[in-house]
Structure formats: C-alpha cells, structure tokens
C-alpha cells in the first residue's frame, strides 16, 4: 500500500495536509494515463483525438450543474460570490461566450457535428457514470468533500501545456484557434484551486474531516482516470466500441 492510501492515524498540520493532498495528485492525477500521453505525444489518429474530444464535452458541460449544486448549499454569501466565478468561466456572460462554447469550437475544428456533441447521446457509457458519479458526489456529500474534490484543479495546467504543445506539435488538424479553450484555464485554474486549498486546510481540522478531504480527492482523480480507461478500450485497445457509443464509421447515424 503506497503511503497516500494508508488511513489517517493523527491529525495533520495544515501543510503536512496540503502535501498529503498533492502526493495524491503526482500519483493519481490523470497526466500519468497512457491515453493522456498518447494524446500529447501524437501517438493518437484522427479518430481518436474526435471520441476524446467528444466524451470530454460531457465533462466540460456538466461542470455547471456541479457548481450550481454546490453554490445552492452554501450558507456564506461571500464564498457563493467566490464560488460563482465558475460558473461565468463555464457558462460565460452572454451567448458564445466561456469554456463550454470554446471546447465546441474544439469539436466543430475537429469535424464532429454539433448536434451530435451537444445531444451528449453518442458518448461512451462509463463517460456518462463517471461524470454522473461526480455530480451526485458534489451534490449528496458534505461541503467540505465537495469542495476538496476540485483540487484536481492544482495539477490540471501542468496537464494543460503538455497538451496543447504536444498536440500542435504532432497534429496537423488542430490549431491554436480550435484549441482556445485551454489558454484561459491556464490562469483560471490556479486562482480556483488556490481558493479550494485555502478553505479545506482552514475547515479540515479533525482526523474523520482531514481524512474524507484526502479520500474526495482520490475519488475525484478516479473519475478522471475512468474516463481515459474507457475511451482507451473502445477505441485504442482492444478497440471495443460499444453499441451506441459514437464511430467514424457510419457518420450518417451520428448527425
């Protein structure tokens, strides 16, 4: 059993906590999955960047909705007004505006048709369960948990360059213009993560709370690591694509 995984046996200080919190993530944080390094290494074809960006829509999308439920739970009006800038980073102000509007712009470079990604329904199964996973866990566990399980953000830029220069290196169906959404999250990242760390090692005192803290975030980094499990069978190895779930072949059923 690797340290991480070993339960708590004495409270921690607030700074042995926070680096319990990122050995989790240099260990179990998705930049570590073979697909994630096939994707920024150029070892993926076409069709597989597609499906990647496809099933991640689903991700992106529903991230909204998981912070709305959160902020609903929230009984301190300066951490709602802290919290709902994610919402506006998502959402955006106005039509065509924020993430999820850029990681179309991702899906419509990459030839996919709009409907079919917005309609959600041609993704793969364990995509949805693991999503749909997150955003019950945000929705039924305490605030704290909840709020712990989005330190995934403290390692997603390190993720985010090694993508966006691996696969401008190696693809030459991708631009810096299909792949705009990644840019802003360069900065929005850290600013949200930062806030994230700041209350949990305020608000994770006792052993039972530190502990559930640390176990929200190897929850979080198994949704992450399931969805790259799942596009990696269907459609790297062994290539099982299962019924429903989205092809190049067959595009007609796919518009």
């Given at each position: 059993m690797?340290?991480i995984?070993a339960?708590?046996r004495?409270?921690?200080s607030a700074?042995?906590l926070e680096a ?9 944080y ?11 290494n150029?070892?993926l ?5 597609q499906?990647?960006a496809?099933?991640r829509?689903?991700?992106q999308?529903?991230i909204?909705h998981?912070d709305?439920?959160l902020i609903?739970?929230?009984?301190d009006p300066?951490l ?6 994610r919402?506006v ?11 999820i509007?850029r990681?179309?712009m991702?899906?419509d470079?990459l ?11 041609r993704i793969?199964p ?6 749909d996973?997150?955003i ?6 305490s605030?704290?948990?909840?709020i712990?399980?989005?330190l ?5 830029p390190?993720v ?18 299909t792949?705009?959404?990644f840019e802003?999250?360069l900065t ?24 559930a ?11 992450l ?19 429903g779930a ?6 007609a059923?796919?518009?």
């Amino acid at each position: 059993m690797n340290d991480i995984d070993a339960p708590l046996r004495e409270p921690l200080s607030a700074e042995a906590l926070e680096a319990r919190l990122r050995s989790i993530g240099e260990q179990r944080y998705h930049h570590r999955h073979p697909f994630q390094l096939m994707l920024q290494n150029g070892e993926l074809d076409r069709r597989q960047v597609q499906a990647w960006a496809l099933n991640r829509y689903y991700y992106q999308a529903m991230i909204p909705h998981k912070d709305a439920s959160l902020i609903a739970r929230l009984d301190d009006p300066a951490l709602r007004r802290e919290w709902r800038s994610r919402l506006v980073d998502h959402d955006g102000e106005a039509e065509g505006e924020g993430g999820i509007s850029r990681w179309l712009m991702l899906t419509d470079g990459l030839g996919l048709d709009r409907d079919m990604v917005v309609s959600t329904r041609r993704i793969l199964p364990a995509t949805r369960f693991a999503v749909d996973a997150y955003i019950h866990f945000v929705r039924e566990r305490s605030v704290l948990e909840a709020i712990a399980s989005s330190l995934t953000e403290l390692f997603s830029p390190m993720v985010i360059g090694q993508r966006v220069s691996g696969m401008l290196k190696h693809y030459d169906f991708v631009s810096a213009e299909t792949l705009a959404y990644f840019e802003p999250r360069l900065t929005q990242a850290p600013r949200d993560a930062d806030m994230a760390l700041d209350y949990v090692t305020r608000h994770a005192r006792r052993l039972d709370q530190q502990q559930a803290v640390l176990d929200a975030l190897i929850f979080k980094c198994n949704v992450l690591w399931t969805q790259l499990d799942a596009l990696h069978h269907a459609y790297v190895a062994p290539g099982h694509v299962p019924p429903g779930a989205w092809s190049d072949k067959g595009a007609a059923d796919d518009r």
